[in-house]
């Protein structure tokens, strides 16, 4: 019996769940047949991928070297399906691009838009993840293209700095610290700083915490949000004040200003990331239609 591409979805599932019955729920299968399923292939192969017990399953040296040949298999099955599909409805090429959410305003968006509408046959599909998720999903091959906030990649990645900015003071609008003359640091020196979290993007948690030391600041660190929009909207509801990207700026979020910093080594910088042994055709090209837009300017 030859192994079949369901045999392959069934004990990745499983090998994900370690537990049959909740790994027969997410096929939306019973739990019969996906035990079945995994002695055919079991047998198959000759050798035990799982060791069961009365609290669930764990893999075998077997099973976890299987799991990861098996999720090649399938992602390659999935994408060559995707592309046979592609050339049936006239798109020549898909590129799936991931993001970190301040991209949607540094004008990504609208650069894709003017590239598909010159070049219908691309595809091009956005996928938001932070920096650590994208460079996971790219060693996957589920992603094409990443946008990410870190410049610590895989040594086998290129990158490329595709934009540097200043952090400016985000504040609540009416907050006396935020002059017309500029941001009195002084003033913030007891407020609670909002800041991204360390999980999310360790880069950025340092950066921010190091170019408050260098403003002359020990903030105290009230709330870790996993979002710059959350950081903003916290910032807003007067739950204290935040260092940002200045493209943040153009966010649109209410009850917020935006105030200039002293001019500092320490910035926000976007790189991108791919594969170069993987990487569509028609990746160069747009690339090319990708060019920085300016972030807004901050009073």
């Given amino acids: 019996m030859a192994v079949e591409m369901r045999h392959l979805r069934y004990f990745l599932v499983l090998a994900d769940e370690l537990?049959?019955?909740?790994?027969?729920?997410?096929?939306?299968?019973?739990?019969?047949?996906?035990?079945?399923?995994?002695?055919?292939?079991?047998?198959?192969?000759?050798?035990q991928l799982l060791e069961r017990n009365s609290h669930g399953?764990?893999?075998?040296p077997a099973g976890e070297v299987f799991r990861q040949s098996a999720a090649r298999v399938l992602a390659e099955t999935e994408a060559a399906t995707q592309r046979a599909r592609d050339v049936a409805l006239g798109v020549t090429a898909r590129v799936r691009i991931g993001f970190v959410g301040s991209m949607l305003?540094?004008?990504?968006?609208?650069?894709?838009?003017?590239?598909?509408?010159?070049h219908p046959q691309v595809q091009t599909e956005l996928?938001?993840?932070?920096?650590?998720?994208?460079?996971?999903?790219?060693?996957?091959?589920?992603?094409?293209?990443?946008?990410?906030?870190?410049?610590?990649?895989?040594?086998?990645?290129?990158?490329?700095?595709?934009?540097?900015?200043?952090?400016?003071?985000?504040l609540p609008e009416a907050h006396p610290a935020g002059g017309a003359q500029?941001?009195?640091?002084?003033?913030?020196?007891?407020e609670p700083l909002v800041l991204f979290s360390r999980?999310?993007?360790?880069?950025?948690?340092?950066?921010?915490?190091?170019l408050s030391g260098q403003l002359g600041l020990q903030p105290r660190v009230r709330h870790e949000v996993r979002h710059w929009l959350s950081v903003v909207a916290l910032v807003g509801k007067g739950m204290g004040w935040a260092l940002v990207p200045?493209?943040?700026?153009?966010?649109?979020?209410?009850?917020?200003?935006?105030?200039?910093?002293?001019?500092?080594?320490i910035r926000s910088e976007v790189h991108l990331v791919w594969n170069e042994r993987s990487m569509p055709a028609v990746l160069p090209l747009l690339l090319g239609a990708l060019k920085p837009a300016e972030s807004p300017q901050v009073a």
């Fill in 19 to 47: 537990h049959f019955g909740r790994a027969a729920r997410r096929l939306h299968i019973a739990q019969p047949p996906l035990s079945f399923n995994i002695k055919q292939l079991e047998q198959t192969l000759g050798v």
């Fill in 57 to 60: 399953v764990k893999l075998t």
């Fill in 105 to 118: 305003f540094r004008g990504l968006p609208e650069r894709l838009h003017a590239f598909q509408a010159l």
């Fill in 127 to 170: 996928i938001e993840l932070n920096s650590a998720q994208q460079l996971e999903a790219m060693a996957r091959g589920s992603i094409d293209l990443g946008f990410v906030h870190t410049a610590r990649v895989p040594p086998d990645l290129s990158r490329s700095l595709y934009m540097s900015e200043p952090f400016v003071a985000c």
């Fill in 182 to 190: 500029g941001v009195d640091l002084a003033a913030l020196a007891s």
């Fill in 199 to 210: 999980g999310a993007s360790p880069d950025y948690y340092e950066r921010v915490l190091t």
């Fill in 246 to 265: 200045q493209a943040l700026a153009g966010s649109g979020v209410a009850g917020v200003a935006y105030h200039l910093l002293p001019p500092s080594d």
